[in-house]
T-cell receptor
Framework: DAGVIQSPRHEVTEMGQEVTLRCKPI?????LFWYRQTMMRGLELLIY????????DSGMPEDRFSAKMPNASFSTLKIQPSEPRDSAVYFC???????????????FGPGTRLTVT | LAKTTQPISMDSYEGQEVNITCSHN???????ITWYQQFPSQGPRFIIQ???TKVTNEVASLFIPADRKSSTLSLPRVSLSDTAVYYC????????????FGSGTRLSIRP
């Protein structure tokens, strides 16, 4: 298996532009997570999906951020309009949610380094 | 929400055993304890997960006392390549759960 795939690996954009980050989870995993990592705030969970349905988006910083999962093999995180404070590394992770409710280990992608100037 | 507390940093030498302790006083009955490792410019990587007592795999051991209010990750005979940030998580079981990574422990291994 190729693991979790994220694209692009690097993105540089100007303030006000729309940014779309993409993620392909591991086949067979039913949960998908989007994280953001910065030096100041560490690794933050933004949103997670279970069976393609958003379950908890309380970590999404504001309305400029949106995430979708149209099918089990693809998810996007969109920022519109982007701001310099959105500069961070964005990770996507996938996992299997157990029958008892908890998750098995999460597998992280390589991340997308976003720079907004 | 269950919150974890772990040392900000630790230093050790090659060949030594390293123990990193994490406190999680508010852990709930159904919560599991999971440890991740993160190298610079990479996503976190799963190390080990446990519920109680002791769990061992090819990489590490996890010790959890009976009250489950803390856990200790044990890395046997560390090498320079074990230099990384280690995160302790409590996997929260609820429909409105939120996974909190915390600040992690920055482990530095010296020759």
């Amino acid at each position: 298996d190729a693991g979790v795939i994220q694209s692009p690996r690097h993105e540089v954009t100007e303030m006000g532009q729309e940014v779309t980050l993409r993620c392909k989870p591991i086949s067979g995993h039913n949960s998908l997570f989007w994280y953001r990592q910065t030096m100041m705030r560490g690794l933050e969970l933004l949103i997670y999906f279970n069976n393609n349905v958003p379950i908890d988006d309380s970590g999404m910083p504001e309305d400029r951020f949106s995430a979708k999962m149209p099918n089990a093999s693809f998810s996007t995180l969109k920022i519109q309009p982007s701001e310099p404070r959105d500069s961070a590394v964005y990770f996507c992770a996938s996992s299997k949610k157990g029958l008892a409710g908890g998750w098995h280990e999460q597998y992280f992608g390589p991340g997308t380094r976003l720079t907004v100037t | 929400l269950a919150k974890t507390t772990q040392p900000i940093s630790m230093d050790s030498y090659e060949g030594q055993e390293v123990n990193i302790t994490c406190s999680h006083n508010n852990i709930a009955t159904n919560d599991y304890i999971t440890w991740y490792q993160q190298f610079p410019s990479q996503g976190p990587r799963f190390i080990i997960q446990g519920y109680k007592t002791k769990v061992t795999n090819e990489v590490a051991s996890l010790f959890i006392p009976a009250d489950r209010k803390s856990s200790t990750l044990s890395l046997p005979r560390v090498s320079l390549s074990d230099t990384a940030v280690y995160y302790c998580l409590v996997d929260i079981y609820s429909s409105a759960s939120k996974i909190i990574f915390g600040s992690g422990t920055r482990l530095s291994i010296r020759p």
